[in-house]
Nanobody, 121 residues
Framework: QVQLTESGGGLVQTGGSLRLSCAAS????????MGWFRQAPGKEREFVAA????????YYADSVKGRFTISRDNAKTTVYLQMNSLKPEDTAVYYC??????????????WGQGTQVTVSS
């Protein structure tokens, strides 16, 4: 029903910035959550941020609060993750994900292919 395509990953120095994009295609819903997750080698997949596309409410993991910003375009077809003040511990594969409903925490049904973010120390 929904296809997600990420872009924007790359190599950046400590303290630098990157903006990730996730383009969604297919059917959209009134109640829809778009989220970003990341997974570093040897670690479990970690929730990063999410946005309610209907109300625009945002949610962040404590580790990225104040540094990362999730947003969407007015057409609600693309979600972004602006990452500032990057740290080496932010290095991971970042995944865009989506789920129906209004609950941020739960099973995300749709996933992008992932984009690598590497922060050099």
């Amino acid at each position: 029903q929904v296809q997600l395509t990420e872009s924007g990953g790359g190599l950046v120095q400590t303290g630098g910035s990157l903006r990730l994009s996730c383009a969604a295609s297919g059917r959209t819903f009134s109640d829809y959550i778009m989220g970003w997750f990341r997974q570093a080698p040897g670690k479990e997949r970690e929730f990063v941020a999410a946005i309610n596309w209907s109300g625009g409410n945002t949610y962040y993991a404590d580790s990225v609060k104040g540094r990362f910003t999730i947003s969407r375009d007015n057409a609600k077809t693309t979600v972004y993750l602006q990452m500032n003040s990057l740290k080496p511990e932010d290095t991971a594969v970042y995944y865009c994900a989506a789920k129906g409903g209004v609950l941020v925490y739960g099973n995300y049904e749709y996933w992008g292919q992932g984009t690598q973010v590497t922060v050099s120390s």
